[in-house]
């Protein structure tokens, strides 16, 4: 399984000189075999440390944090050899030793020759954290095209990278898309959907489904393992009702998340801050902020905390949570529900750095996503998950707010032309949005 991440992790390797490696992300999205098995095959040899596993090799990291000591104790507790000149240290789940975590500063100063990577699911809980010492990394679930490399369908893969225009591309990439709709973007799940592609479509289907299962459960066992002051009841009743709310709108966009209703006896968003902050921290929900005015940039600074919208991490785990199965999301076919088209353009932002995101809202009229490029430029995105690509909501904002170039991703095969003012894009090739389309303002 490819992770387009890796080439930035080789362009780490490849420095004279470097800060630690630290790769943040949600449980099981891949971080293990991201530095040991893709990056790790790059080097001469690999020692892997899982302080989850072994919380015995925090000893390594009690009396010393000079990284001479600590690679001593590492030898002596694991019995291998590291050559400081060649070798990958890996100090996985890294969040669950506090001196490990605080080593990585001396690494950066004292030894910026050698290659050290961390890797933590609750990195964005930690209390103390070397700031300015680490090269940090968030590992997202695979994207729509990682999807895709996975299928090792190659005349499909040629024609994403290409952004081809044609009836059959369109035909063939758009029922991936739905497919990626249940399956997600969960590594595991993906592995399995491609593993059993000469069984039964029942057995791919149930297979997929158990491992969904298993993910939220170990997610809810996490928040009262995790959760420290922040009460595990109001994690989970917010976790819960994302796909709950994201679900209650069908063709018009989502709605603000709603405090009333969620936890007994709370209903004002300072109830929730921190339960909310939590999961952001954790990469369990993404963040969308509503802006009521006219959108500038810089975008952050019109946002209203006590605002917002909340999408869950990956679409198939959207999708379980709400018990819609692949049979349903397959008959849906162009009128696919709006809010997980939402949800993953959502998820593709996030995956190209644009976290959090942010809308544009007046009276009746909504734009699902603002963008700012690096003149200060913003492009509005509508999100329309069928083929009917007319709406009142895009003329609106461009009336009001006059943009120099607009973008619609849709359930249609699109336009043909990228230079247009007024793009239709089919909805997966959201990625190109921010890769493309902002550059493309810049050159206007």
Known sequence: ????????????????????????????????????????????????????????????????????????????LTGKTFDPNTDLLILDEIGECPKAVTSLKYFAEQAPHMHIAASGSNIGLLNSFPVGKVEQHNLRPLTFREFLIASKETALIKAFAAQTNSSAAHSKLFSKLTDYYFTGGMPEAVNTWFDLSAHSIIDRVQAVTDIHKNLVLGYQRDFGKYSGKVDAGLIEAVFNNVPAQLSSVMDESVNRFKFKGVHDKKSRYGDFESA??????????????????????????YKKDNIVKLFLFDVGLLNHMLNIGYKEIKQQGYEYKGFVAENFVQQELAAQGIDPTYSWGDARAEIEFVLSDDEGNILPIEVKSG???????????INKCQPIKTIKLTGTQGSSSLEKEYIVLPLYYSEYVVSKHLRLMNLI
């Open 1 to 76: 399984m490819q992770r387009l991440i890796l080439e930035k992790l080789l362009g780490w390797k490849s420095k004279p000189t470097r800060k630690p490696l630290l790769i943040d992300g949600a449980r099981q999205t891949g971080k293990t075999y991201l530095l040991q098995t893709l990056l790790g095959s790059t080097f001469a040899n690999v020692i892997r440390i899982d302080f989850l596993e072994s919380p015995q090799m925090s000893e390594a990291f009690a009396d010393s944090l000079s990284p001479d000591n600590v690679l001593s104790n590492i030898e002596l």
């Open 276 to 301: 909310i902050s939590w999961l952001n921290k954790c990469r369990l929900i993404l963040k969308n902020h509503p802006i009521d005015s006219t959108p500038k940039s810089p975008l952050a600074a």
């Open 387 to 397: 083929k009917r690509t007319k709406a009142k909501s895009l003329q609106s904002y």
